[in-house]
């Protein structure tokens, strides 16, 4: 079953963006992480189970693969006689930080317990165990897809309104634009 919500289709664009080629990564400084209160082993395990619930290994569970795979391609572009060796590198590599990927599965977990309450928590996870809430779960994604390609039709209809007025206005005042 597919499960997902708007905040997952959000942090999985980040890790997409995340996971792009950067031109000069070496120079670009990492965003300042907000600082995380402390919270209860209770509010930790409370957020964990709402993220189990609204799937959200599925969005980070490729990570390291997809790092790894990156990592070799970008190396392999600058030295392709090396495929053979990279290839079984990028296994090993793989291999050896197996479950690293979970490391960002916690940190969701205690960005949540920071942004609600045990309660809540226990509350969104109630929710989306019902059937409200796995249809919501199960629907949301579509609409939201549906939902980014309308925006993107009236965005460039609008646009071109827009552009139309500018060249209805410019005509008025004898400079026509081109093109």
């Known amino acids: ?30 965003a300042a992480q907000p600082q995380l209160k402390p919270v209860s082993p209770s509010a930790m395990q409370a957020a964990r189970d709402l993220l189990a619930v609204k799937g959200a290994s599925q969005i980070y569970g490729t990570a390291v693969s997809t790092i790894v795979e990156r990592a070799k391609q970008q190396i392999l572009a600058a030295n392709l006689n090396y495929q053979k060796d990279l290839n079984e590198i990028a296994l090993t590599v793989s291999q050896q930080n197996a479950g690293k990927e979970k490391e960002i599965g916690e940190q969701m977990a205690k960005i949540y317990a920071n942004d609600f309450t045990e309660q809540e928590l226990k509350d969104l996870t109630a929710f989306y165990k019902s059937p409200l ?3 919501v779960l199960t629907t949301e994604p579509d609409a939201m897809r ?26 008025k005042r004898g400079k026509p634009l081109a093109g």
């Open 146 to 171: 549906t939902s980014m390609a309308f925006m993107g039709e009236w965005a460039q209809s609008f646009g071109q309104a827009v552009v139309a007025q500018f060249r209805a206005e410019m005509t």
């Open 1 to 30: 079953m597919k499960r997902s919500s708007g905040l997952l289709i959000a942090a999985g664009l980040a890790l997409g963006l995340a996971f792009a080629p950067q031109a000069a990564s070496a120079q670009q400084q990492p």
């Open 133 to 135: 809430g796995q249809k």
